[in-house]
């Protein structure tokens, strides 16, 4: 008997025990990591992982713009990445309250946020309201691009983008401007001379190694981990954008220089004819857009845009390159039934396409194809007359935005590299007189078209 009360004992004592810790590992949990600021957040029971570091600086940051009324909206490319995957769960989440830290806590050194800025009303408060709540700021400012063609305001500056530093997680404030080709534009993040470099690790920002271009995203709000924000209402679009949207200024300082050296040519005619192609560049690149096909600046529209910022008046054309793989069938319908008929049409889609569309007057349009080899790119010419083929070759190169117009257009990056295969190291020279079939350095004859096909690669109108 005396043995079997020694181990109901032993055995009460244990239980007794194990049931102490738990109530230690309870009471810790629930009370003094809450009072400590670690552990779970709680609203409406558990609420797993809404601890992190990220979370917090987050929620912080969307608690100071909403107090000041700064419309603020998410581009972080991974959020945003995961949120698309995931919009009927965070549709649902936002009827009700999040359990789950999905998205915010998921340890990352920024959260990158963008705002217009012509919507923003108090900037010098809220910059000083941010410092209150404990976020350490750096606000990178630079001169407004949009000012560089006016000689008495291109020194003015604009704020471009902000750093705002919670203990060891940032957010990466966008600052995007308004331009009149009805896009937004943020400006390259260069630090200056007398900025900390190791305030955050700057190489690891998403925005900020270039200037860069958007569509204006249409927005709408969703709740994200327990936290209203404001998102782009297609992500997935924006997404698109994100890696395709460096920015290429147009270079004043050096088209003034070029305008003093060469005169610029303000006669009516060449003032009707840059109104007439400025007119069937915005037409072309409307009905483009609607078609999905993306398009550059080729040839002397190019040239034009490089070395002096404007249309050449003795071009008589417009020209836009476009990747044979984006040719749709019903291009040609497209225009015709924007007002341009075809003039000409040249080649066949597998091999030296060209299209020509005739404008107002005398201005035309014409639209060359270009073709991928394994170490360079080309596009095709065709001599109607007697139907000789010629290449012009040009080193590989990709695609920037830039603005032209008044409308958001691309160019090629390398741009110095395609304006010379096509006019050689002298371009900054004005030719009037040009032979497309022999005055470009990189063109080459391309064998001739069997008259039997004729009827098929030559077609004027």
Known sequence: MSRVNKNVVLALLTLMSCAFLLFQLYYYKHYLSARNGTGSSKSKGNRVGFDSTQWRAVKKFIMLTSSQNVPVFLIDPWILESINKNFEQVKN????????????????DFTAFALQYHLWKNEDGWFQMAENMGFQCLKIESKDPRLDGIDSLSGTEIPLHYVCKLATHAIHLVVF?????????????????????????????????????FDRPELQQVTVDGLDMLIPKDPGRFLEEVPHSRFI????????????????????DAMAFRKRAKELLQLAAKTLKALGVPFWLSSGTCLGWYRQCSIIPYSKDVDLGIFIQDYKPDIVLAFQDAGLPLKHKFGKVEDSLELS?????????????????????????????????????????????????????HVPCETVDYIEANYGKAWKIPV??????????????????????????????
Request: glycine share 8%; proline share 5%.
């Open 249 to 268: 200024e147009c270079r004043y300082k050096e088209a003034r220089a070029f305008l003093q050296q060469y005169v610029d040519d303000n006669t009516v």
């Open 177 to 213: 401007h308004e331009r009149s080709g009805n896009y937004l534009w943020h400006g390259h993040l260069r630090l200056k001379g007398h900025m900390d470099r190791k305030f955050v690790p700057f190489r690891r920002l998403q925005f900020g190694r270039y200037p860069g271009a």
């Open 357 to 409: 569309f005739q404008g107002q007057a005398d201005v035309k349009l014409d639209i060359f194809f270009f073709y991928e080899e394994t170490d360079h790119m080309w596009n095709g010419g065709t001599q109607a007359r007697t139907g000789k083929k010629f290449k012009y070759l040009f080193p590989k190169f990709t695609l920037c935005w830039t603005e032209f117009v008044d409308i958001k257009v």
């Open 432 to 461: 009037k007189t040009w032979d497309w079939k022999s005055s470009p350095p990189n063109v080459q004859p391309n064998g001739v078209w069997p008259i039997s096909e004729w009827d098929e690669v030559i077609q004027l109108y």
């Open 93 to 108: 989440a936002s009827q009700g309250s999040a359990s789950e830290c999905r998205f915010f806590c998921v340890p990352r």
